[in-house]
């Protein structure tokens, strides 16, 4: 896997094009120069750079997350009647369609109207319930028990005025369900999630396998809810260069400001690896739109080398 | 002043084309046929229709009287650096230029972003200190002591989301000072202030007669502040339909929901009140974008009656 | 009149702070240090200040005379139909709210979108009979034959594709009426009106006296439509800055880019000048709003030293 | 066949759920009952239903035939300095992102204001020149001469004065190339082209084999642009319902007022196809959003039995 690991070493430099995220302390000081990879193959062949135990906070990658774990609690259904799953051209905290629209239905769950909406649908009658749901979802995938960082956990209540805006946006308009400071909450929990990059890559590969564990054959959620998350981090997963990003890397991919992106293929073979994979990279340096620099140089190189792009 | 009581007689059958506000029991559970008229000019002569001693809330006419109390505390031009004094088209309750306007300061205090900026510069150290000032302000200039309608109040708090969304809004826009919960709490009190018709017309008067009470020469606040406030009202006073009622009737006015308006003008002569005049009327049926019916009827056929456009 | 001649020598090296408007080659060749003040009152007393017998184009400021001139000729009623008279926050060539608002109908009409709607509306069966209404308009009011700028029509025409475009949005609207070139043609002609300060005073005074020129007693529109203007003037004659022009300076106004501003007011007394007046400035450096930097300044001073504001 | 022929039958039926396109006669006399279905696979086996040979215009089809005819003529870096690759949530002929956006350049070619800047960049010095170029490029694929529905095409022209007024717009952001109304001429005459399915669903085999027809392997257009077709076509093909469409059908597709869509996928085996096919299906009955109510239902039923979904 040498070429792998040249395509890496090609991309890497490339962070001083980014800067890591300014507006949560733990996210500023992370070293913008770090830069993590690890692929793994429904075979169980894996692919690593860096340190793939290092853990990172998967800030809006839980938005996929928290869908798709809520989608198989409540039924797709339930949850579409709550968010829509049209790609928007706007910002990711924007809220003036909120206003602009008949009914008031965010426009899709990977932005941050859609997420809180979603983080409100949470499961559970008390808060430690509903959080404790999603985390064993996650910890069943990853088979590490999740944690949460709580320096961003309190940086995210701290800086939450914006979100704090869009969910009680969200409760006039009568979308968001119970109460606003829980799904709020939620929402800055599973933000601040910490996974490191072979616990995100192994996500990946479940979804990338339609919901089923190739390894173990155990089941996390359904093939339909699969389709329906994937297409969502094609069409909105990138922030507002998604459109660019599915041009022209061609993957499902959802990225987070710490830096990670999760993503998934499907390689004839690349070096060795093949069939479903999932995809994790980490690079702490962002760009403008907030997508981690040297991951999406990453991705581009390897979908045009192995040639991943799904059309 | 029989003419004046049959203008009042010829509105006050129009209160069928509006309804009473719905949103709150309160307000919802009032008589839509009422209609109250006083006034009072520089003199001390005064008009009565109906019962000027029954109470009713405020609303959005203590936008204007919040907005004075606080330039008269704080100077005009400390006001100004977050709030503008410019006209919107928007709905009252918008949010959408808080977002597409480069600093995200509120157009003008008689919209609700606007308004709840200057709750937030309500003066005290205590919130109940910030209230008890503006309480006074308000007795002082009615002679009244100041109450607040309890079930009102308990009621805009209860469906308080989109105001509360401004509020975190603006916060994060760093436009509202200090805590959002006490500024919400200072403008959901504020709001359910109650007066009767003849409170809020010696309200009028004073500000009228530029601050200083025409019948004590008690001085208020500064001619310049009177001015702004003036102004303010008859750019953006009515809501939505602030223009028309600028054009075709031409007076400083305030609306609230419930029903009520505030106006002044300066006649030569009428039915034996002169000068500098303040006009309270109070009819609960509004029509769909929040003004009294009757009100809005009455005050253009005194206008035209007695030439009181400024135009 | 020196202490009003102190007040334009006070203003004049204000200029400095703006600068002539660059879109069109006409305008930007003027010298911005130019100032030029014409006031006359309702005796036929006046000051002036500079080559008040220079012209100048009307820019903007042809939209409230045009309007006038519509409204005079259909009837208020039927204009409104096309227009409304609201004040907006938006830019003057904002096509924004025709595609938000159910109606699509121009909020005012000194906006360009409602301008051009007016424009539409002259009458006549041809475009030159059209035109030759407004034109004998003007000259009537004026006492000098109604010219337009040939270079600036041509240059109008050629930079003429944001109103073309908000022209077909009309259009495509309904609110629009007739051939759309013909609309924009006589609206470019419109803007090339070129006056001098004397002339622009007179139509002031006119407009002052509510429609009748007091000097002659000659009736050019109504009083119902002149106080429609005046309304229309204060709260959005000044582009975006109306609202802070209405607070500080407070009398109708309306400025084009050229560096005009056509004003009006009604001194108890000003240096010998009493009773109602029109008042032309011509100033050619304009701020990043549009208004003309010296009138602003001296308009401020002279409503402040005489007491002008209607509020 | 007999499967497809089932679903066909299965589907024709929900036309009463939509209704013919209005605003243009032609469109609006088609029988809303017609549905006509061609596919055609890599191999050269095909699948019809209906008359595949009746033809219908291919309105907004035209729009990416257009932009990946363009995209070779000048290549993807030059096209895409004029038109961006972003999906958005506003409808088809919004303006509203031209001037709310810095820049002001078309978020993708398949909205309007996109593909009216994609007109504007056909090749040749003359207007029938630009055209002749595209008409050829779509006879060559199809190995039918091209040929335009003039009654549609002049019903364009009468119904066009929002596409002018988006025109204009770009003209003044100085985004679209050249003339103005040689671009819309150009855009008028590329929806009006009229196709029968069996052509329609040629061009899209030669699409989903990236830009060579694979049964006689001659080249149309590079790989690349392929791609990027592809990507805006799920991420912006189906107008508002793109991103319902990519979650629930999941594969590239674009839709025409006509009640036209053209489509492609990669079946394992479907009825006896497989492999690259291009898929055409003709219902006039569109729903709200401008989709064919019995081409979606039908993609929709094949996708799922037939696991076309490329997610």
Known sequence: MEELQRLVDLCRPLYTRGQAASYIPALADKDPSLFFVHIIDEHG??????????????????KVISFIYVCEEHGLDEVLKHVDVEPTGDSFNSIIRLENTYLGKPFNPLINAGAITVSSLLVGNTKEQQLVGLYNFISKMTGVETTINEEVYQSEIVTADRNRAIAYYLKSNEVLVGDVE??????????????DARCLAKIGLILSNDGVDPLTNEYFFSKKI?????????????????????????????????GAVLSIANPESMEGLSGKIGIATFGPAIDEIGNSVTSIAFLKKISEQYDLSIF
């Open 182 to 195: 829980v799904a709020l909450d939620n929402y800055f929990r599973q933000c601040s999630i910490e996974v």
């Open 226 to 258: 699969a389709k329906v998350a994937k297409a969502l981090m094609l069409t909105c997963g990138m922030y507002n260069a998604s459109g660019k990003f599915a041009t022209f890397v061609g993957i499902p991919a959802k990225s987070g400001v710490s």
């Open 45 to 62: 062949k894996s692919f690593s750079s860096g340190d793939v135990t290092e853990k990172f906070t998967l800030q809006s990658i839980s």
